[in-house]
T-cell receptor, first 116, second 115 residues
Framework: AQKVTQAQTEISVVEKEDVTLDCVYE???????LFWYKQPPSGELVFLIR??????QNEISGRYSWNFQKSTSSFNFTITASQVVDSAVYFC?????????????FGEGTQLTVNP | DAGVIQSPRHEVTEMGQEVTLRCKPI?????LFWYRQTMMRGLELLIY????????DSGMPEDRFSAKMPNASFSTLKIQPSEPRDSAVYFC?????????????FGAGSRLTVL
C-alpha cells in the first residue's frame, strides 16, 4: 500500500520568510513518482512538480525548491521569500510503478498562510 | 487549450435526487480521473479511464455512484439517489498516458451540496 504523510496541517508565516513543507511517503515500488500540487483559495489544483524515484537531484524553480531524499523517504518543498500569493493548501502525492503514474495518492495537505 | 472543463461548478440538491456531474478532458488526453475531496477523507480517487475504458473503480463508494465515458471528450459521474454524506468537491482530471509518470491536469471542480 502507498501512503503520503504531511504532518504539518497548518503553517503561518510572515511575508518574506522562508518556509518548508514536509512530505514523507511509503511505497514498496522500486520505481515511483512524487508530485506537489497547489490548491489556492479559488479551489483548483495546480501542478507544481513531478520527480522520478531514480532522480534524486534537488530542483529549484524561482522561489520554489524541492529536496528529495530516498534514504528518509521524504520530498520536502521550500518556498524562499514567501509572498501573500503563496497562501494555499499544498498537496504532496505519490504514484507507483505499476500504474505508471496514473493513480495519485495524496497526502492530507498543508494549509500555508502568508501574512503581510 | 481550455483545460479540463467541469460542470456544474456548484450544485445544491435535496437528498434522494439524482446528480450528474460532467467533464470534458483536454483534447488529446487519453486518461480521465474522477476524484472527490472532503474534509474528512481528503482527496480520494473514485475511478479512472484509459482510452474511454474504466480501469479501476475500486474507489467508487457504493452502487449509488456510476461513471461513464462514452467518448474521448466527455465523461459523467452520476449519483442516484444522493445523500448528504455525498457533499464534497468532485474533481475531474485528465492526462496523456505514456510510460513513466503522467501529470494530471485538474478541472476547477464541482461543489456538491446535498441537503
Amino acid at each position: 500500500a502507498q501512503k503520503v504523510t504531511q504532518a504539518q496541517t497548518e503553517i503561518s508565516v510572515v511575508e518574506k520568510e522562508d518556509v518548508t513543507l514536509d512530505c514523507v511517503y511509503e511505497t514498496r515500488d522500486t520505481t515511483y513518482y512524487l508530485f506537489w500540487y497547489k490548491q489556492p483559495p479559488s479551489g483548483e489544483l495546480v501542478f507544481l512538480i513531478r520527480r522520478n524515484s531514480f532522480d534524486e537531484q534537488n530542483e529549484i524553480s524561482g522561489r520554489y525548491s524541492w529536496n528529495f531524499q530516498k534514504s528518509t523517504s521524504s520530498f520536502n518543498f521550500t518556498i524562499t521569500a514567501s509572498q501573500v500569493v503563496d497562501s494555499a493548501v499544498y498537496f504532496c502525492a505519490l504514484s507507483g510503478e505499476e500504474t505508471s503514474g496514473s493513480r495519485l495518492t495524496f497526502g492530507e495537505g498543508t494549509q500555508l498562510t502568508v501574512n503581510p | 487549450d481550455a483545460g479540463v472543463i467541469q460542470s456544474p461548478r456548484h450544485e445544491v440538491t435535496e437528498m434522494g435526487q439524482e446528480v450528474t456531474l460532467r467533464c470534458k478532458p483536454i483534447s488529446g488526453h487519453n486518461s480521465l480521473f474522477w476524484y472527490r475531496q472532503t474534509m474528512m477523507r481528503g482527496l480520494e480517487l473514485l475511478i479512472y479511464f484509459n482510452n474511454n475504458v474504466p480501469i479501476d473503480d475500486s474507489g467508487m463508494p457504493e452502487d449509488r455512484f456510476s461513471a461513464k465515458m462514452p467518448n474521448a471528450s466527455f465523461s459523467t459521474l452520476k449519483i442516484q439517489p444522493s445523500e448528504p454524506r455525498d457533499s464534497a468537491v468532485y474533481f475531474c482530471a485528465s492526462s496523456y498516458r505514456r510510460s513513466g509518470a503522467n501529470v494530471l491536469t485538474f478541472g476547477a471542480g464541482s461543489r456538491l451540496t446535498v441537503l
